[in-house]
């Protein structure tokens, strides 16, 4: 249609007005300044991209040259444009890094390699929403929750690494947007309501309003067409006369202003489809009540020049009730100011008059960026320009984008969307995703593991606080640490609030676990070493040891030996000269019990040498201490009968593995005669957190259970108390019951039979 350049404003064919020049320059700052810069990015790319096609059906070198073409629009550098070229060919590349960074040096190469990165994540999220949706049926202006919350993500991670990167992302979509328009291609819906709700607010925020509008109304028409031709049209019936009546007011209202001694410059405003609509459906008006269809914009030197400018804009047209705003003193959260009245003139038609400084314009115009604080360039600091003034500038940006996330998590049918996620500042404005209600100590371990091993303070946005303080969106954190050290215990306490994130809670976890194992290994070491001492056998090599032991290393052997899992007598067994043959006895006993001897049928069952008849010949191991009901075998000793063992003893697998032969079978048994129930010792480990009467605590679980107890062993080592009982049992299967008490202890972490 023949009016829709003047409808878009600036239009594709318009080009792009008003740049920013504080911004590009701030983030052009650090790629070199080449003359040449472009022309030898576009002749390095055109042989890898000249034949190639976008998946939108675009030439890639055309794009690129249109990319080029807008940043330059926007106040961009030879150097930003070359590097729209260089995106393009590091799809082409095997090694993108360094090819690039040979060519035109680190800067160009990791702009655009991160340029690159970003492209695959969002074509990849554009795909799973599309598949997701199953059909073109869906409702067009609403997106897949999971995609959108992906793309703001994302495109916050990356700002918060180079601003550049967002710059020629939004750059590449508008003129995706503009190629579509040109050939009238069908439109993938889900790459229209991207640029809709994720490009187009990103743009604004920035500032960038020229992208922002021509990406929205190209957006609108591909996902509406009808709704907006009818607007359009209801635009353009009357453009004519509107835009003449509307130059004749402007001027009249300049002059006027200038007799009264304020230096003002009035303009006309751009119509936007995609903004009226959107009024029409928030306000639930028609066509004829949008008032800002015929719209002025005053510019004036001072404060006090735009409350005179209103005072003769109100005594000359009639103004409207309940339709100004004073946004000079109440800004918005923006920072945006300006006034803002609606007046009719005498045919009672509707004009919007918008009322402001050069300074408050600028900043409407070019967003956060005016506040930007590249003042002069330098060798050093964020993008190559001196660090003087640059943090509070980043933060201010930064905190901008945050607020596009909660603007976007409230709106459009997506309440909650962020709800699970917050973004935290570091002190070098980074910005760091965390989950909901996380702390300074989450923080510190998703920046780096040992940071917060080390944690030991926290500011936040300045002001000193609580470890377990939770943080909010937006807000620069810093933590203090120690050299040395580790976390606390607390942290793991859910009660106390520290730890939100399970891969925090899952890296303290892992240093206690490894913290234990240490003093484990210790523990075995130092058994180990007493005993080769007291065998005169300080000569070996441990490692040595531990291979004709059955053990990888050194390490595993001192491990099993401190948690009791593998006898000492196993070494000493290394250090005796094997016996070539059983002694008589012993040859005997095995031959007995194996054939089943007619004169042992009393105290024996076919071979099965029954324990606690035959007590002269068996022996309870003491490094299992077996009890019924446990599952028992027997293995002969040299000179000392049958030693019995429970069937999962690990001392006793390695006893098999030698002496294979020396097993038989035995079982529990009861002598004749007797009235009372036998009583076996069985040692139960403690493990809890140390505290004042643990160990009365425990004990009297055993007293009020009637088991009683022959011996305790404790050791406390960093606020962990390691304990062993000795118990008597007539029946294992009972401690179960008596252990699961001992576990509800307070502070008791873990019992376990030995």
Partial sequence: MKSEPAILGAGAGAGLASPLPELIAATSASLPVEADAKARARAFAEPLIASETLDTGENTLAHADAVARIVAD????????????????????????????????????????????????????????????????????????????????????????????????????????????????????????????????????????????????????????????????????????????????????????????????????????????????????????????????????????????????????SPVANEFDDYI???????????????????????????????????????????????????????GVSASGEYDAKIAVLRQLLAWERDLSGSDGHQGLFDDRIYVLTPNAAIVELPQGATPVDFAYSVHTSLGHRCRGARVDGAMVPLNTPLQNGQTVEVSTVKEGGPSRDWLNAELGFLVSHRARAKVRAWFNLQQQHETTARGREAVEKLLQREGKTA?????????????????LFHVVGKDEFSLRSIEALFKPAEPVLPQDEFLLLKKFRQGDKAASASSKGGVLVVGIDSLMTQLAKCCKPAPPD?????????????????????????????????????????????????????????AADRQGLLRDISEVFAREKMNVIGVQTQTVKGTAWMTFTVEVADAGRLRHVMAQVNGVANVRSTRRR
């Fill in 329 to 383: 003193a109440r800004p918005k959260a923006n920072g945006y100011q300006s006034l803002h009245t609606v007046v009719r003139n005498a045919q009672g038609q509707p004009i919007e008059v918008q009322i402001r400084t050069q300074a408050m314009h600028d900043h409407a115009e070019h967003g956060v960026a005016a506040h930007w604080a590249y003042k002069e360039a330098g060798s050093k600091g964020y993008s």
């Fill in 631 to 687: 599952e028992i075998l027997g293995f002969v000793t040299r000179g000392k009968g049958v030693s019995v063992h429970r069937a999962d003893c690990s001392n006793f697998r390695e006893m098999v593995a030698r002496n294979g032969e020396r097993v038989i079978e035995v079982e529990w048994g009861r002598p004749k005669g007797a009235t009372d129930a036998a009583v076996y010792p069985v040692d139960v480990t403690v493990e």
């Fill in 540 to 556: 070996i090599k441990l490692e040595d040891l531990a291979s004709q032991l059955g053990f990888k290393s050194a390490d595993d």
């Fill in 74 to 317: 926007i106040g961009g550098s030879e150097a930003m444009q070359a590097a729209s070229y260089l995106v393009y060919a590091c799809e082409h590349l095997n090694r993108p890094q360094d090819v690039i960074t040979k060519a035109f040096g680190p800067n160009y190469a990791a702009l655009a390699v991160e340029t690159t990165q970003l492209v695959r994540v969002q074509r990849q999220a554009r795909l799973t929403q599309a598949s997701a949706s199953g059909s073109a049926t869906a409702v067009p202006m609403a997106q897949s929750a999971a995609a959108q919350t992906e793309n703001v993500r994302k495109m916050l991670l990356a700002f918060s690494r180079d601003l550049r990167v967002v710059l020629l992302r939004l750059a590449s979509r508008l003129q995706t947007l503009r190629h579509y328009a040109a050939t009238k291609l069908p439109v993938p819906p889900s790459l229209a309501r991207e640029s809709l709700q994720v490009f187009a607010p990103l743009a604004n925020r920035l500032g960038i309003w020229q992208i922002k509008w021509e990406m929205e109304d190209l957006a609108f028409r591909f996902l509406e067409p009808d709704t907006y031709r009818e607007v359009a049209r209801l635009l353009d019936e009357k453009r004519v006369e509107r835009e003449a009546y509307v130059e004749q007011l402007r001027q009249q209202l300049e002059t006027q202003l200038r007799q009264q001694g304020v230096l003002a410059s009035v303009q006309g405003r751009p119509k936007h489809i995609y903004s009226i609509v959107r009024k029409m459906r928030g306000k639930s008006l028609g066509f004829g009540q949008v008032h800002d269809i015929r719209a002025l914009r005053v510019v004036v030197p001072t404060v006090a020049d735009c409350y005179a400018a209103l005072s003769w804009v109100h005594a000359q047209l």
